[in-house]
T-cell receptor, first 113, second 112 residues
C-alpha cells in the first residue's frame, strides 16, 4: 500500500532556531517527492520537488533531502521566522498511472517569538 | 503565466441545501484538474480528478459530484449537503509536462 508518514505531527520552536521535519514513504515505483507549505486557511504552496536522482534541493532557508534507498526525506528550516508557522506537507508520486500522488498528513509548525 | 481561481473563499450553508464550487485555470490548456477536501487536522483527501472535458473520475463515493463543462473549468456540486460535508475544499491543476500541483486558495465550507 502506498503510504506517506510524516513526523513529528506538530512542532513548536523559538524564532531563529533551526528544525527538521521528516517524511517516510512506501510509494513505489517512485517518481518524485514534493514538500508543500500550507498557511492556515490557504492552499498549499510548493517549496521543493525532487526526482530519484536528486538528493538535496534548497529554496531559500528551506533545504529538502531525499534518500531514495531508505525512502526517507527531510525538510530543514534554517533560522526560523514567525512566518514559517504553517503546516508542511510531504507528497510522493508514483511512476506512470493516472498521476494521483500520495499525501502525508503534514507537520504543524509553530514558531514563537 | 498560469493562475488558478477558486471561489467562494468561505461558505455557510444549511443542511439539505445545494452546493456549487467553481474553479477555473488561466494560462494553460488541457490541464489535469483535481478537487480535494481537507478536514480539520487531517490530510488532503482526493475527491475527483479530470484529465479532459467531460472526463471525471471519482475517488471516494459520497454526497458530491463534479463536472468539467469547459477545458479550464471544474465544478464541485451537491444536491443536498450533509453536516459531514463541512471542510476545506481545494482545487488544483497540473500540466502534463510538470510534476507539481498548483493549488487554489481554497473554500471553507461550513454546513449548519
Amino acid at each position: 500500500k502506498n503510504q506517506v508518514e510524516q513526523s513529528p505531527q506538530s512542532l513548536i520552536i523559538l524564532e531563529g532556531k533551526n528544525c527538521t521535519l521528516q517524511c517516510n514513504y512506501t510509494v513505489s515505483p517512485f517518481s518524485n517527492l514534493r514538500w508543500y507549505k500550507q498557511d492556515t486557511g490557504r492552499g498549499p504552496v510548493s517549496l521543493t520537488i525532487m526526482t530519484f536522482s536528486e538528493n538535496t534541493k534548497s529554496n531559500g532557508r528551506y533545504t529538502a533531502t531525499l534518500d531514495a534507498d531508505t525512502k526517507q526525506s527531510s525538510l530543514h528550516i534554517t533560522a526560523s521566522q514567525l512566518s514559517d508557522s504553517a503546516s508542511y506537507i510531504c507528497v510522493v508520486s508514483r511512476e506512470g498511472g493516472s498521476y494521483i500522488p500520495t499525501f502525508g498528513r503534514g507537520t504543524s509548525l509553530i514558531v514563537h517569538p | 503565466s498560469q493562475t488558478i481561481h477558486q471561489w467562494p473563499a468561505t461558505l455557510v450553508q444549511p443542511v439539505g441545501s445545494p452546493l456549487s464550487l467553481e474553479c477555473t485555470v488561466e494560462g494553460t490548456s488541457n490541464p489535469n484538474l483535481y478537487w480535494y477536501r481537507q478536514a480539520a487536522g487531517r490530510g488532503l483527501q482526493l475527491l475527483f480528478y479530470s484529465v479532459g472535458i467531460g472526463q471525471i473520475s471519482s475517488e471516494v463515493p459520497q454526497n458530491l459530484s463534479a463536472s468539467r463543462p469547459q477545458d479550464r473549468q471544474f465544478i464541485l456540486s451537491s444536491k443536498k449537503l450533509l453536516l459531514s460535508d463541512s471542510g476545506f475544499y481545494l482545487c488544483a491543476w497540473r500540466s502534463g509536462q510538470t510534476y507539481g500541483y498548483t493549488f487554489g486558495s481554497g473554500t471553507r465550507l461550513t454546513v449548519v
